[in-house]
């Protein structure tokens, strides 16, 4: 069996150039879930893929329909990892500065973020256990950044064999297989 894990095409979202507070913050990562994505070639590695699993957000929907002509399996769990402000006052820092904040906060269950490390397993383990369920032979999983480091882990740990990444590119597959 073949897992493709594919983080979605770019973003067209700019960082800004300035430094900026809690309010222009959130206003910045509610444009970057709504900008548009580049859109480019995918090497699919010359598999044949039969199945396509895919995170609701527009930016992963229209990558995963843009490599992938068959029915997609729309699911939420494979939504990015949500990140929100860590700081209550109106400390001015740069988005890539807050970014690094957030997640720190995340990795170590702040009260600051909505969803816990736990939840986030969870949600990746139920939909890995739903694609193994389907006696699938090659799935596509087209999803987001943060959360295809928890993908890998949880395939890993089910005796898949890899690529290592820290940071997954966009618009690139991952493939993982294992031996039935």
Not at 114 to 136: F, M, N, Q, S
Not at 150 to 167: D, P, S, V, W
């Amino acid at each position: 069996m073949k897992i493709g894990l594919v983080r979605h095409f770019k973003v067209n979202h700019p960082y800004p150039t300035k430094r900026v507070k809690r309010s222009e913050l959130q206003k910045w990562l509610k444009g970057y879930d709504e900008a548009d994505i580049e859109k480019k070639d995918i090497d699919l590695l010359g598999i044949e893929w039969t199945s396509c699993f895919v995170s609701d957000l527009p930016r992963a929907l229209t990558t995963a329909k843009s490599i992938y002509n068959g029915e997609l399996f729309v699911r939420s769990e494979l939504r990015e990892v949500p990140i929100s402000p860590f700081f209550k006052r109106s400390i001015k820092l740069s988005v890539k500065s807050h970014a690094v904040i957030m997640r720190l906060a995340w990795l170590c269950n702040h009260s600051s973020q909505t969803e816990k490390k736990a939840e986030v397993k969870k949600r990746v383990t139920t939909v890995v256990d739903e694609i193994l369920a389907g006696k699938r032979e090659n799935v596509l999983v087209v999803s987001h950044g943060a959360l295809m480091i928890y993908l890998r882990k949880e395939l890993l740990k089910r005796g898949f064999k890899g690529e290592q990444f820290t940071r997954a590119h966009n618009a690139r597959v991952y493939l993982y297989e294992k031996e039935e």
